[in-house]
């Protein structure tokens, strides 16, 4: 391995080496890096199952959590191109923010699905809406909106992508918070 490799590679190495050694925790959950490579791999496995593949932009409409790795970690395996979305960007600068990314994928946490729903017809490019809930504890998650598949069914529902070669010039796109107007990427 070289210096010119993308995230998913360098991570797919280290979950090799350290199977069984914690990868990430958060409150009571702590996921291998076997684990987190598999989540990751039956995340980019669906992507590839929705027709989403290298380039396709994933935006992380995410607090932090187990989530926001994973699916940063899939994307990465995918040769997409994650990046992130401020939980506290209003309809206007969603709006832009996901159409000036041209976003096909959003995955985002419950309380962040209105917001999105309110733009959705104003971003073309969106072919997936994926919502997350119950990563840290038992509490049931509620059904999705209509659109919009549920992460952990997406992920049970999915085969994992096999590794494939990348490069080291895929993307990883980050926005501004936009205080000198409209978010910058």
Known sequence: ?????????????IADELVDAPALSHGPLTRSWAELDTRA?????????????????????L?????????????????????????RYREAELAYLLDNADCEVVVAHPELVERIEAVRDQVPSIRLLV?????????????PPDGWVHYERLLADAEPARRIERSG???WFLY?????????G
Not at 131 to 143: F, L
């Open 1 to 13: 391995m070289g210096f010119n490799e993308n995230f998913a590679t360098v991570w797919e190495a």
């Open 41 to 61: 791999a039956r995340f980019a496995g669906a992507l590839a199952a929705f027709g989403v593949g290298a380039e396709a932009k994933v935006g992380l409409a």
């Open 63 to 87: 607090y932090n959590g187990p989530a926001y790795t994973e699916v940063t970690y899939g994307a990465f395996k995918a040769r997409a191109v994650p990046f992130n979305v401020n939980y």
């Open 131 to 143: 919502v997350v809930g119950g990563e840290t504890d038992a509490s049931p998650s509620p059904e």
């Open 169 to 171: 010039d895929d993307l």
């Open 176 to 184: 501004t918070g936009g205080t000198t107007g409209m978010p910058k």
